[in-house]
């Protein structure tokens, strides 16, 4: 498990290896943005990664696709947090994460 603080929140999740970081604040009972679902095709779920880039796994084709047609750049302090898995502490800033009411 790999700790990510999802700021300005304060979020602290534990995401396991091959799991999205979205995904893993689903599990937990947090929403996080987004219109897709989770398909990497809105770019709603857009983070800011302020610490820990070098433990974030490579960005594939599908998100740098999205990214480019959303925000018409690539940066690699922004990535899909659908699509982004670590492999050590990371920390990123995604407004609008809540938990889920449902909880």
Do not use: F
């Amino acid at each position: 498990m790999n700790p990510v603080t999802v700021l300005p929140l304060g979020l602290e999740l534990e995401v396991a290896e091959d799991q999205p970081v979205m995904a893993a604040a689903h599990e937990a009972g947090y929403i996080w943005p987004t219109e897709c679902q989770g398909e990497a095709s809105c770019g709603l779920c857009v983070s800011i990664i302020r610490e820990g880039t070098e433990n974030c796994e490579a960005m594939l084709e599908e998100e740098r696709e999205t990214l480019e047609r959303t925000m018409g750049m690539i940066d690699s302090s922004r990535r899909l947090a659908c699509r982004l898995k670590v492999t050590g502490p990371v920390t990123l800033t995604k407004r609008g994460v809540r938990l889920s009411e449902e909880v």
